[in-house]
C-alpha cells in the first residue's frame, strides 16, 4: 500500500506557510493543502502572480482561506521582513514547507553576497526556519518539509568556497544547495529532538516533475523532463506525504518509489552517505547561523 492525499486527515484548523506556491510543486502543494481545509500563506518573491494562484485555488476550493505574503529567499532583508509580520499576525504555525529553489542559472550573487542557487534554496529557508521556530514550537504536531533533490547525489559542500568564488559549475553549485537541504533537514531534527521540542523536521524530493525548474537548462535537455518526469500534482506527493503522513518520523526523507526514484507513489527513500554525515552537517550549521546572522538551537 503507498501513501495518496486521500489518507491524510483533514486539515481544518490548520496553517501552512508554502514557499514559491505561485506555480510548480508548491502551487500544488498549496492546492492539495487547501483540498484538505488547511489555512495557506503563499510566500512567493512576486504578489502578481502569488495572487493569480490564490485566485486559481479559490476557483477550486472557493472557501479556502489564502494569504499571500512577499517573501524573497535571496534576501535576508526579505525573509526577515516575511517572519516579522507573520509572527505579528499568527500564533501557530502547522506546516512550514521550504519549497522554492532555482536551479542552474548562469553564475550572479545575492544581494547579501551568496551564490544565488545556495542563497534561494538553502540560506534563505535556513535563516526563515530559524526565525519561525518560537512559533512552530509552541503549535503542537507541526512540522517543518525542506525540499531536496536526486541531485544531492552529486552535490558536495565546498566549505572552502560555498559561493563558488572560483570554478562556478551550475551543476555543482545546485548539487550542494540541495544537499544542504538535506543535511539541514536531519540536522534540523536532531537539534529539534536535542532540545525537547514536538516539532518535526522532514525532507523531500520530488524525482523528476515536469516544472518551470528546467528554465536555464538547454532547450534539447527540457524536453527531457516531461519525457522521463511527472507532472507537478504527482511531484508535489513526497512533500504532501512528508507533511501529512500519519507514519511519518523525524528525519524521514520521502520520494517516489519507481524508475530510480524519477517518478511514482510517494515512499520513505534513502541519501547518501554525505548527507548523513553529521560532523559536516554541524559544520554548515555554524557557518549558516555565521552568513544569515541567524542562530537557533544552537
Ligand atoms: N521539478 C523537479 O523535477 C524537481 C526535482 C528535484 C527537486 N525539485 C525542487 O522542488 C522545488 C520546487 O521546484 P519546481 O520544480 O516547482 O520549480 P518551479 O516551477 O520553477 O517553481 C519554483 C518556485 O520557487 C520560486 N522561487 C524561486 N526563487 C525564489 C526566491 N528567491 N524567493 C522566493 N521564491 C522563489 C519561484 O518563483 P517565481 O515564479 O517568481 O520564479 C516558483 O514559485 C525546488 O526546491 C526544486 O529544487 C524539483
Avoid at 534554496?121 to 517543518?144: D, E
Avoid at 531536496?148 to 562556478?168: C, M, P, Q, T, V
Amino acid at each position: 500500500m503507498t501513501w495518496n492525499i486521500n489518507d491524510a486527515r483533514d486539515q481544518k484548523g490548520r496553517i501552512a506557510i508554502v514557499t514559491g506556491s505561485n506555480i510548480g510543486l508548491g502551487y500544488d502543494t498549496a492546492l492539495a493543502l487547501a483540498g484538505k481545509d488547511c489555512r495557506l500563506v503563499l510566500a512567493c518573491r512576486n504578489m502578481d502572480k502569488a495572487k493569480a494562484a490564490q485566485r486559481q485555488i479559490l476557483v477550486r476550493y472557493p472557501k479556502a482561506h489564502i494569504e499571500c505574503q512577499t517573501l524573497d529567499l535571496s534576501s535576508l532583508k526579505s525573509v526577515r521582513s516575511f517572519a516579522t509580520t507573520f509572527l505579528k499576525s499568527h500564533k501557530k504555525l502547522d506546516l512550514l514547507i521550504n519549497n522554492a529553489g532555482i536551479m542552474m542559472p548562469p553564475y550572479s550573487l545575492s544581494e547579501d553576497g551568496f551564490e544565488s542557487q545556495l542563497a534561494a534554496n538553502y540560506l534563505g529557508h535556513f535563516a526563515l526556519t530559524g526565525l519561525l521556530l518560537p512559533v512552530l514550537a509552541k503549535t503542537p504536531n507541526s512540522r517543518v518539509v525542506s525540499l531536496s533533490s536526486l541531485a544531492h547525489n552529486w552535490g558536495e559542500i565546498r566549505f572552502d568556497d560555498l559561493n563558488f568564488k572560483s570554478g562556478y559549475s551550475k551543476r555543482g553549485a545546485y548539487g550542494q544547495s540541495k544537499l544542504a537541504c538535506l543535511m539541514f533537514a536531519y540536522e534540523l531534527n536532531r537539534r529539534l529532538q536535542k532540545a525537547g521540542l514536538q516539532t518535526l523536521s522532514v525532507a523531500a524530493h520530488p524525482g523528476v516533475a515536469a516544472t518551470n525548474l528546467a528554465q536555464h537548462f538547454p532547450r534539447f535537455l527540457t524536453a527531457f523532463f516531461p519525457l522521463v518526469g511527472q507532472s507537478a500534482s504527482s511531484g508535489a506527493l513526497p512533500t504532501l506525504y512528508a507533511a501529512l503522513g500519519d507514519d511519518i518520523d523525524g528525519g524521514d526523507y520521502c520520494g517516489p518509489r519507481s524508475m530510480r526514484q524519477m517518478r511514482g507513489a510517494p515512499v520513505k527513500v534513502g541519501s547518501t552517505r554525505a548527507s548523513k554525515d553529521q560532523e559536516a552537517a554541524k559544520r554548515l550549521w555554524n557557518l549558516s547561523e555565521e552568513l544569515t546572522g541567524v542562530s537557533f538551537l544552537s
